[in-house]
C-alpha cells in the first residue's frame, strides 16, 4: 500500500504523508474470491478493512423464532460497498473500539476483491505511540460511525413505519 492509496479512505485524509506512512507500515494486503464470506456475524473483531478494488455485500441474519416449524435463518441485504465508491469504502471500523467485541454482520465478497486489513492492536499502538495523529484518525472514524448510525436509524424508523402502516389495516 502506498500512501496515495491509503490517504485516499475518508478516515486518513487530513493525515500527513508522515503520519500515512506509520499506517501504511501495519497494513496488509488481502485477496478474497468471489462468494466468499470473510467476516462472519459473531466472530471476535479485530481489524478493519479497506476495500480497494471489488464489490461486497454487508448482510445480518434475520433469525427469529417460528411457531412449530424451528427457525427462519434468511439474512437480509444492509449494504452494498463499491472500490468505484468515492471515498473508497472501509468496514469493520466498530470492531477497534471494544475488547473482543463480536462482529455484527457478514460481508462476503461479490466480485473477487482485493482488500486492505489493519490489526486493531497495530492501530491502536500508532495512535497511542502518536496521539496527535491517533487524534485525527479516531476523530474521523467517529464521524464515519456517526454518519452510520443516522442512516441506521432512519432506515429503522421507515421499517417501523411500514410495519404500523400494515398492521393498520
Do not use: W
Request: with cysteine; charged share 30%.
Amino acid at each position: 500500500m502506498d500512501i496515495k492509496q491509503l490517504r485516499s479512505f475518508s478516515v486518513f485524509k487530513d493525515i500527513s504523508n508522515e503520519e500515512a506512512e506509520y499506517f501504511c507500515e501495519i497494513t496488509e494486503e488481502v485477496r478474497i474470491p468471489k462468494g466468499k464470506i470473510f467476516i462472519s456475524e459473531g466472530d471476535v473483531g479485530d481489524s478493519i478493512y479497506m476495500l480497494v478494488d471489488g464489490e461486497v455485500e454487508v448482510n445480518q441474519a434475520l433469525t427469529m423464532n417460528l411457531d412449530r416449524r424451528g427457525k427462519d435463518n434468511r439474512e437480509k441485504a444492509l449494504k452494498k460497498f463499491s472500490s468505484d465508491q468515492s471515498p473508497p469504502p472501509l468496514f469493520g471500523e466498530m470492531s477497534l473500539f471494544n475488547d473482543n467485541d463480536l462482529r455484527t454482520a457478514n460481508v462476503k465478497s461479490l466480485t473477487d476483491c482485493h482488500l486492505f486489513k489493519m490489526m486493531k492492536e497495530d492501530f491502536v499502538r500508532i495512535c497511542d505511540t502518536y496521539p496527535d495523529t491517533g487524534y485525527k484518525v479516531m476523530l474521523a472514524l467517529c464521524r464515519l460511525l456517526c454518519r452510520r448510525l443516522v442512516s441506521a436509524n432512519n432506515s429503522v424508523l421507515k421499517l417501523t413505519t411500514a410495519f404500523s402502516l400494515v398492521l393498520e389495516r
